[in-house]
């Protein structure tokens, strides 16, 4: 069993920054990446940043240069500090862990249950 857990997020206002964190927990053999998306009212779900398990990052050219994903493999941690933000940053955001369970098992997606980030003065 997995879990993924998020923290974080809240009502901040335009300019301002906020600090999401996420835990993987449970049957964890290795993690190849973490990350977080993000989904506004009446649109699709995008990917916002990820970090793989030898450090390399990505991000949505929407956040690049206000966002910073940063991760602990020793603890399963990742943490997404947000800068700048900006009303259209408005979203429940998503943690997701892609992991093995076990040495045998194939890569898995778990989903943290997401946290709403609201940017309004």
């Known amino acids: 069993q997995v879990h993924v857990v998020e923290s974080g997020g809240g009502l901040v206002q335009p300019g301002g920054s906020l600090r999401l964190s996420c835990a993987a927990s449970?049957?964890?053999?290795?993690?190849?990446?973490m990350g977080w998306y993000r989904q506004a009212p009446e649109k699709q779900r995008e990917l916002v940043a990820r970090i793989f398990d030898y450090g390399t990052t990505s991000y949505a050219d929407s956040v690049k240069g206000r966002f910073i994903i940063s991760r602990d493999n020793a603890k399963n941690t990742v943490n997404l500090e947000m800068n700048s933000l900006k009303p259209e940053d408005t979203a429940v955001y998503y943690c997701?862990?892609?992991?093995?369970?076990?040495?045998?098992?194939?890569?898995?997606?778990?989903w943290g249950q997401g946290t709403q980030v609201t940017v309004s003065s």
């Open positions: 997701y862990a892609t992991l093995r369970a076990y040495s045998t098992s194939p890569r898995v997606d778990y």
């Open positions: 449970g049957s964890i053999f290795n993690i190849y990446a």
